[in-house]
């Protein structure tokens, strides 16, 4: 299945085509095609996983040592039995000419504290697409760890909102072209996924770019969906010009191919020059923020919850905004290397991630919306996974993206299936005291709810908790700090979201009831997943780790550091009194009333937040409304004077040089000449004419005379 | 006696002719001097074959005989065309003949 | 020998200077009769060559006929009787030049060729001998046996010219 893993996103890819030609006359209309598709498209993810865990750990990586440039210290040794491989690498030659090198010293690398373990290597199959100037363009996929992880999240995911949909969606307008866009969009989060180029990669980028952009405005009609729909677009491509010219730098920093993990090796050994490095990850960087809606691009995200709560699901919970988290993981050598994150301290990385995580979570304390909180959150925890990255914490991040799926997921699958039984989304109106109607929902929120703000033993705690060991141990201690205010702060707006849905009195209008199994079902199972997936890599088992574990992470020589009780305890403690401050503030009903009213400072802090940082009014009324009226004008004014001028001055210069060329040379010399000859020629003719008198006698006089003096001719000289 | 004497009596006839032909502007003067020509060739004729033996001499006769014959007719048909010119042009000046001129 | 170098000289002489009388004569009609003269003198020079036959032809139709034809020809086209302003053309300069150019040139090519070579004498032959040679009979012979179809060819130009010339001239 590894060397064929091309086979997942072919799938949805062609159920999309299916479901578009065929749907509509199927009696589920279209749906069949999709869970069908993506449900087999999950059990071979599921035989990936498998298959990777048996592979045999075979590949010895040694660290690089990243103090000095251009000396590659790493060996390693083949992998035996295997030989998947039908495309070599680059780097194979480089590792055989570096044995030699290596071969006279002890073999230590002098980064490394580990010794270096033997890995599962990656599976890889590359064709060439085409070659231009001697520059092979391949396409193929490239298997590991983290990719078979993903594959297998995101195929449950999309199974679980395919089947939510089918209840969720039902009766809709759009039915059968939802479904096809579902499948569109799943293939091109698979395609990022497996690809093995750079090149590729974008591909599926793009593809879910689009995605995004058809299924936020799947009810167009109304505008603002349809303005929600091109914010996403346009705030995402905004990134994505960073992320295209950070592409290109990388391309010929790394010796003309987009090959990742050949870009990954370049900026490992020191091949490529600092400030290109510098330059190319800053760029890569700011298409990571567009797409996983880190400060200052944030702004997308929540607006994008005008799309139908699956797509919020799908796309804003668990795949699409953990792109650009995904992009900076398997890039990692890159910008591992590029923003000197082993140094500790401060980096951009984690600066961005560190911002998003505050801001996010304070503004999530002012939402009336349900699914805004949720969006808010998420933007709060791809903080968290941004930051993550940003200081070392490779595999935390990865944790945590995995654990946030399936917990984030299921806390916007339940707020769909509370819209569904309130038809709103509005907590403050129309909620409240819900978990009497709606038991199931209630207690898989709840889990995903604790699951979320990092309460032993699920999932999240031991994702988060790895997040701030990482920090604290690689010389973080700032993001450190700024994990655990996080985590308060998520505790705290997370228990006023359910204090709001589901206790209290019922403040709507409606008779609730709890949804139907094909809603119910999914959130059961992601509930399931939300308690178990933390042990996954919890102490002593330590599977996730082991999985993922690639060749870039021992490459570059990043630390591991096991679970330790005491930071644990310390960010426990932290979320119980964040949990028991909201619990005394909204259940105890000690929420103190009018503070706005009374204080100046909090009214002004409360607008700050409610109006989001005002971050919207700089974007389309400084920025957009700048460029589209002076900038506009004035780029409207030199094309007109400027350019207009230019070209048909070259106009009228060129009709009057003509016009000058035709007088004097064409009419006087050109047709002078022509004239002139045949004047000539007539005068010519004239004079010749008077020979011609029309007198025999004359002509005869010339014959005679000619003959004479020829004939005398001939007797004189013959 | 030297046969040159006749040859070259034959070619001063001849060239008399010719300067008549050139030089005179009557049409019927210009056919007189073409008759002085033919005469001319045909003393060349007998000259030349009586020096050469009795075959010779007779040839040289018989041909002087067509030379005459020939003259008489292309008298004729030359006076008929200056009647027609006459006729036409009330006049055999040569010299105003000049319709083919350029 | 003598009789006949002399009577030559004579003959010559007239011939030449009644030709030269027919070129520059400004009365067609006394051309016409100088014309006579030479014709005559020509003739009588066939005489002396042996050639009776061709003399007689010559004084029979030249003259006879030939320069009849010529005064009638005279005749029917003079507007008026008399001398008229110059018979001679504008060219008759360069028309001497060439004449006397071709003369010279001939004579020269003429004494370069034949130089000395003497006519056969024929006074030693009878009378019978000499006719049976080149005397009628076999100019006659010659014409219709050897020379029979340049004959027939001449006839038969005679003819066209006829008819030629009645056509060209008649009035319709």
Same mark, same amino acid.
């Given at each position: 299945?590894?060397?064929?893993?091309?086979?997942?996103?072919?799938?949805?890819?062609?159920?999309?085509?299916?479901?578009?030609?065929?749907?509509?006359?199927?009696?589920?209309?279209?749906?069949?095609?999709?869970?069908?598709?993506?449900? =087999?498209?999950?059990?071979?993810?599921?035989?990936?996983?498998?298959?990777?865990?048996?592979?045999?750990?075979?590949?010895?990586?040694?660290?690089?040592?990243?103090?000095?440039?251009?000396?590659?210290?790493?060996?390693?040794?083949?992998?035996?039995?295997?030989?998947?491989?039908?495309?070599?690498?680059?780097?194979?030659?480089?590792?055989?000419?570096?044995?030699?090198?290596?071969?006279?010293?002890?073999?230590?690398?002098?980064?490394?504290?580990?010794?270096?373990?033997?890995?599962?290597?990656?599976?890889?199959?590359? &064709?060439?697409?085409?070659?231009?100037?001697?520059?092979?363009?391949?396409?193929?996929?490239?298997?590991?760890? /983290?990719?078979?992880?993903?594959?297998?999240?995101?195929?449950?995911?999309?199974?679980?909102?395919?089947?939510?949909?089918?209840? @969720?969606?039902?009766?809709?307008?759009?039915?059968?072209?939802?479904?096809?866009?579902?499948?569109?969009?799943?293939?091109? !989060?698979?395609?990022?996924?497996?690809?093995?180029?750079?090149?590729?990669? /974008?591909?599926?980028?793009?593809?879910?770019?689009?995605?995004?952009?058809?299924?936020?405005?799947?009810?167009?009609? #109304?505008?603002?969906?349809?303005?929600?729909?091109?914010?996403?677009?346009?705030?995402?491509?905004?990134?994505?010009?960073?992320?295209?010219?950070?592409?290109?730098?990388?391309?010929?920093?790394?010796?003309?191919?987009?090959?990742?993990?050949?870009?990954?090796?370049?900026?490992?050994?020191?091949?490529?020059?600092?400030?290109? &490095?510098?330059?190319?990850?800053?760029?890569?960087?700011?298409?990571?923020?567009?797409?996983?809606?880190?400060?200052? /691009?944030?702004?997308?995200?929540?607006?994008?919850?005008?799309?139908?709560?699956?797509?919020?699901?799908?796309?804003?919970?668990?795949?699409?905004?953990?792109?650009?988290?995904?992009?900076?993981?398997?890039?990692?050598?890159?910008?591992?290397?590029?923003?000197?994150?082993?140094?500790?301290?401060?980096?951009?990385?984690?600066?961005?991630?560190?911002?998003?995580?505050?801001? +996010?979570?304070?503004?999530?304390?002012?939402?009336?919306?349900?699914?805004?909180?949720?969006?808010?959150?998420?933007?709060?925890? &791809?903080?968290?996974?941004?930051?993550?990255?940003?200081?070392?914490?490779?595999?935390?991040?990865?944790?945590?993206?995995?654990?946030?799926?399936?917990?984030?997921?299921?806390?916007?699958?339940?707020?769909?299936?509370?819209?569904?039984?309130?038809?709103?989304?509005?907590?403050?109106?129309?909620?409240?005291?819900?978990?009497?109607?709606?038991?199931?929902?209630?207690?898989?929120? !709840?889990?995903?709810?604790?699951?979320?703000?990092?309460?032993?033993?699920?999932?999240?705690?031991?994702?988060?908790?790895?997040?701030?060991?990482? +920090?604290?141990?690689?010389?973080?201690?700032?993001?450190?700090?700024?994990?655990?205010?996080?985590?308060?702060?998520?505790?705290?707006?997370?228990?006023?979201?359910?204090?709001?849905?589901?206790?209290?009195?019922?403040?709507?209008?409606?008779?609730?009831?709890?949804?139907?199994?094909?809603?119910?079902?999914?959130?059961?199972?992601?509930?399931?997943?939300?308690?178990?997936?933390?042990?996954?890599?919890?102490? *002593?088992?330590? #599977?996730?780790?082991?999985?993922?574990?690639?060749?870039?992470?021992?490459?570059?020589?990043?630390?591991?550091?096991?679970?330790?009780?005491?930071?644990?305890?310390?960010?426990?403690?932290?979320?119980?009194?964040? =949990?028991?401050?909201?619990?005394?503030?909204?259940?105890?009903?000690?929420?103190?009333?009018?503070?706005?009213?009374?204080?100046?400072?909090?009214?002004?802090?409360?607008?700050?937040?409610?109006?989001?940082?005002?971050?919207?009014?700089?974007?389309?009324?400084?920025?957009?409304?700048?460029?589209?009226?002076?900038?506009?004008?004035?780029?409207?004014?030199?094309?007109?004077?400027?350019?207009?001028?230019?070209?048909?001055?070259?106009?009228?210069?060129?009709?009057?040089?003509?016009?000058?060329?035709?007088?004097?040379?064409?009419?006087?010399?050109?047709?002078?000449?022509?004239? *002139?000859?045949?004047?000539?020629?007539?005068?010519?003719?004239?004079?010749?004419?008077?020979?011609?008198?029309?007198?025999?006698?004359? @002509?005869?006089?010339?014959?005679?005379?000619?003959?004479?003096?020829?004939?005398?001719?001939?007797?004189?000289?013959? | 006696?030297?046969?040159?004497?006749?040859?070259?009596?034959?070619?001063?006839?001849?060239?008399?002719?010719?300067?008549?032909?050139?030089?005179?502007?009557?049409?019927?003067?210009?056919?007189?001097?073409?008759?002085?020509?033919?005469?001319?060739?045909?003393?060349?004729?007998?000259?030349?074959?009586?020096?050469?033996?009795?075959?010779?001499?007779?040839?040289?006769?018989?041909?002087?005989?067509?030379?005459?014959?020939?003259?008489?007719?292309?008298?004729?048909?030359?006076?008929?065309?200056?009647?027609?010119?006459?006729?036409?042009?009330?006049?055999?000046?040569?010299?105003?003949?000049?319709?083919?001129?350029? | 020998?003598?009789?006949?170098?002399?009577?030559?000289?004579?003959? $010559?002489?007239? $011939?030449?200077?009644?030709?030269?009388?027919?070129?520059?004569?400004?009365?067609?009609?006394?051309?016409?009769?100088?014309?006579?003269?030479?014709?005559?003198?020509?003739?009588?020079?066939?005489?002396?060559?042996?050639?009776?036959?061709?003399?007689?032809?010559?004084?029979?139709?030249?003259?006879?006929?030939?320069?009849?034809?010529?005064?009638? %020809?005279?005749?029917?086209?003079?507007?008026?009787?008399?001398?008229?302003?110059?018979?001679?053309?504008?060219?008759?300069?360069?028309?001497?030049?060439? %004449?006397?150019?071709?003369? %010279?040139?001939?004579?020269?090519?003429?004494?370069?060729?034949?130089?000395?070579?003497?006519?056969?004498?024929?006074?030693?032959?009878?009378?019978? $001998?000499?006719?049976?040679?080149?005397?009628? $009979?076999?100019?006659?012979?010659?014409?219709?046996?050897?020379?029979?179809?340049?004959?027939?060819?001449?006839?038969?130009?005679?003819?066209?010219?006829?008819?030629?010339?009645?056509?060209?001239?008649?009035?319709?």
């Amino acid at each position: 299945m590894l060397e064929n893993i091309w086979v997942v996103p072919g799938l949805t890819f062609a159920s999309f085509w299916l479901i578009l030609f065929f749907g509509k006359r199927l009696p589920k209309g279209g749906a069949e095609i999709g869970i069908a598709a993506v449900g =087999l498209a999950f059990v071979l993810s599921s035989v990936a996983v498998v298959e990777w865990n048996d592979r045999p750990a075979t590949e010895e990586v040694e660290a690089v040592s990243t103090g000095e440039h251009g000396e590659a210290e790493a060996h390693g040794s083949e992998p035996d039995a295997h030989e998947e491989a039908e495309d070599e690498h680059s780097f194979g030659e480089v590792r055989a000419l570096a044995v030699d090198l290596a071969a006279a010293e002890a073999g230590e690398g002098e980064a490394g504290e580990h010794e270096a373990e033997p890995i599962r290597s990656a599976v890889e199959r590359n &064709l060439t697409w085409f070659s231009f100037g001697g520059v092979d363009i391949t396409v193929g996929t490239a298997v590991d760890g /983290l990719t078979v992880i993903l594959l297998f999240t995101v195929t449950l995911i999309s199974l679980l909102v395919h089947v939510f949909s089918t209840n @969720y969606m039902h009766g809709d307008v759009r039915f059968t072209y939802f479904f096809a866009a579902l499948s569109l969009f799943t293939t091109g !989060m698979l395609l990022l996924v497996v690809s093995s180029s750079l090149l590729q990669a /974008l591909f599926g980028w793009e593809l879910m770019g689009l995605c995004s952009f058809m299924l936020i405005g799947h009810w167009w009609e #109304k505008k603002p969906n349809s303005d929600a729909a091109m914010k996403a677009f346009l705030t995402t491509r905004t990134g994505d010009i960073g992320l295209l010219v950070g592409l290109v730098i990388m391309f010929f920093a790394a010796g003309q191919t987009f090959d990742i993990a050949a870009v990954n090796e370049a900026a490992l050994t020191g091949a490529m020059g600092e400030t290109v &490095l510098l330059v190319g990850a800053s760029a890569l960087f700011v298409g990571v923020i567009g797409k996983s809606a880190q400060f200052p /691009l944030h702004t997308w995200l929540p607006d994008a919850m005008a799309g139908p709560t699956p797509v919020s699901a799908l796309i804003h919970a668990a795949t699409m905004v953990v792109a650009g988290v995904y992009l900076v993981a398997r890039l990692y050598g890159v910008f591992w290397t590029a923003f000197d994150i082993e140094a500790g301290g401060v980096n951009p990385i984690a600066v961005i991630g560190g911002i998003t995580v505050l801001i +996010a979570a304070a503004l999530a304390f002012v939402q009336t919306d349900i699914k805004k909180v949720l969006a808010y959150s998420t933007v709060s925890q &791809l903080g968290y996974m941004v930051m993550a990255l940003g200081v070392g914490a490779w595999t935390a991040a990865i944790f945590h993206l995995f654990t946030h799926a399936f917990f984030k997921g299921l806390l916007f699958l339940g707020a769909g299936s509370v819209s569904h039984a309130v038809h709103s989304f509005e907590m403050r109106d129309d909620m409240g005291g819900l978990r009497k109607f709606m038991p199931t929902t209630f207690v898989t929120f !709840m889990i995903g709810s604790l699951a979320l703000a990092g309460v032993f033993p699920l999932a999240g705690f031991w994702s988060k908790d790895e997040i701030l060991l990482g +920090a604290a141990e690689n010389g973080y201690r700032l993001f450190e700090v700024v994990g655990l205010i996080g985590a308060f702060m998520t505790a705290a707006y997370m228990t006023r979201c359910v204090y709001l849905t589901f206790f209290g009195s019922y403040r709507g209008h409606g008779h609730p009831h709890e949804s139907p199994p094909p809603i119910t079902v999914p959130l059961i199972i992601l509930a399931v997943f939300s308690v178990g997936a933390g042990l996954l890599n919890a102490p *002593g088992f330590e #599977k996730f780790f082991e999985l993922t574990e690639n060749r870039v992470f021992l490459l570059a020589g990043i630390e591991h550091h096991s679970f330790e009780i005491v930071p644990a305890v310390v960010s426990s403690v932290v979320v119980l009194a964040a =949990l028991a401050l909201g619990g005394l503030l909204f259940f105890a009903g000690r929420l103190p009333r009018g503070v706005t009213a009374r204080s100046r400072a909090a009214r002004a802090g409360y607008r700050l937040l409610a109006n989001k940082y005002y971050l919207d009014h700089l974007y389309t009324g400084v920025v957009v409304g700048s460029i589209k009226g002076p900038i506009a004008r004035a780029a409207y004014w030199a094309n007109q004077k400027v350019i207009d001028g230019v070209v048909n001055g070259v106009g009228v210069a060129s009709t009057r040089a003509g016009l000058w060329v035709y007088r004097h040379i064409d009419q006087r010399v050109v047709d002078g000449a022509v004239n *002139g000859a045949g004047f000539g020629a007539e005068g010519f003719g004239g004079i010749l004419r008077t020979i011609q008198t029309g007198r025999v006698q004359q @002509y005869g006089a010339l014959l005679f005379g000619a003959t004479a003096v020829l004939a005398l001719g001939l007797v004189i000289f013959v | 006696m030297l046969v040159n004497q006749f040859l070259i009596l034959g070619a001063v006839l001849f060239c008399i002719g010719v300067y008549g032909v050139l030089a005179r502007r009557n049409g019927v003067l210009v056919l007189m001097s073409i008759e002085l020509i033919l005469n001319a060739v045909n003393i060349n004729l007998i000259a030349l074959g009586a020096l050469q033996g009795p075959e010779a001499a007779v040839t040289g006769q018989v041909f002087s005989l067509f030379v005459i014959t020939i003259a008489a007719a292309e008298v004729g048909v030359g006076l008929a065309i200056v009647l027609l010119i006459y006729r036409n042009r009330t006049t055999v000046d040569l010299d105003e003949v000049d319709l083919m001129k350029g | 020998m003598l009789a006949q170098n002399l009577s030559f000289a004579v003959l $010559a002489t007239v $011939a030449t200077v009644a030709a030269l009388r027919v070129v520059s004569t400004r009365n067609v009609v006394h051309a016409a009769l100088y014309l006579v003269v030479v014709l005559a003198s020509v003739g009588a020079l066939y005489v002396l060559l042996a050639a009776e036959f061709v003399a007689a032809v010559q004084i029979l139709i030249y003259i006879g006929a030939i320069v009849v034809l010529f005064l009638f %020809g005279i005749m029917l086209t003079r507007p008026t009787i008399g001398s008229e302003h110059g018979l001679d053309n504008d060219q008759r300069w360069m028309a001497g030049v060439t %004449g006397l150019l071709l003369l %010279g040139l001939l004579s020269f090519v003429l004494v370069d060729g034949f130089g000395d070579r003497q006519l056969p004498r024929l006074d030693g032959m009878s009378r019978e $001998a000499l006719t049976a040679e080149r005397g009628t $009979a076999a100019v006659a012979d010659s014409i219709f046996s050897t020379y029979l179809v340049p004959f027939e060819a001449v006839s038969i130009l005679l003819l066209a010219a006829l008819v030629g010339a009645i056509v060209l001239a008649r009035r319709d």
